[in-house]
């Protein structure tokens, strides 16, 4: 893992919480809904694959949304969101297990964990269809890996360099994603992805991650070679089953 002063305050800052949060002791076992065929479904009905997160605030956005995250996630879903991301951590992004638990309860789409989750047990805070693990904030990620899929997640892999891809693919992930914001000066740049995807596997499922607010980013990520989107920002400003139906439509 690479040292904490090459991160941003504010990551380090998260980074620091994640590994002094409490850690549930009972094992969570789950029955996912599936990912890629969700994917599939989104592809014939002629809508690009999108997952739409619910995200209260963050670092690097301004102000809160207080709306109830059902609705939001409900709204999200009418607008053709393939998948849904729900922030679980609590201090920086204004989320919580809670959330993710009644989200999950109220909609029929894969629902992904967006949190920093740093060792085996933080796997069991919450039931979800897939989990985030972020390369480089894991130690040993092939472990970790194999401990969120016995336990029934996909996981969600996240890199943001081609050495990164290549930790991720050597452990086994399925499911990556390349993370257009840079962890250091917390800037959005859409070459990263497009520097990084030619690298990616054939038989892995991409996501373009961070940055993407217009219908034209969209675009730009699909010819880039993403097979689905993660956008949080841009859906939450503003009507967000709208934000979604452009994206979607992209």
């Known amino acids: 893992m690479n040292a904490n002063d ?5 990551v380090q800052s998260i980074l620091r ?21 969700a994917i599939a479904r989104a592809e014939t009905g002629g809508r690009f694959p999108l997952i739409a997160e619910v995200k209260p605030t963050s670092p690097t956005t301004d102000g809160n949304r207080t709306d109830d995250p059902v609705e939001l996630a409900e709204e999200m879903v009418e607008g053709g969101a393939t998948a849904l991301s729900v922030l ?99 800037e959005v740049n859409l070459d990263t992805f497009e520097s990084v995807a030619p690298e990616v596997p054939d038989d892995v499922t991409l996501v373009a991650e961070s940055g993407i607010t217009t219908p034209d980013d969209a675009r730009r990520m699909r010819e880039a070679g993403a097979n689905a989107l993660l956008v949080g920002s841009a859906i939450m400003d503003g009507d967000v089953t709208e934000n979604t139906r452009r994206l979607v439509s992209a």
Do not use: C
């Open 88 to 186: 679980t951590e609590p201090n920086h992004f204004g989320g919580s297990p809670e959330n993710l638990h009644r989200v999950r309860d109220a909609v029929d789409v894969p629902v992904l964990r967006k949190d920093f989750i740093v060792e085996e047990n933080q796997l069991d805070a919450v039931e979800a269809d897939l989990v985030l693990l972020i390369v480089r904030f894991v130690d040993d990620l092939e472990e970790l890996l194999v401990a969120a899929r016995n336990r029934g997640f996909q996981v969600l892999v996240e890199v943001h360099t081609r050495d990164e891809l290549k930790t991720a693919v050597d452990a086994g992930a399925d499911i990556i994603g390349v993370n257009n914001r840079d962890l250091g000066k917390l």
């Open 17 to 37: 919480d994640a590994r002094n949060r409490d850690t549930p002791h009972e094992r969570v076992s789950v029955d996912a809904r599936s990912f890629p065929d």
């Open 6 to 10: 090459e991160l941003a305050p504010a």
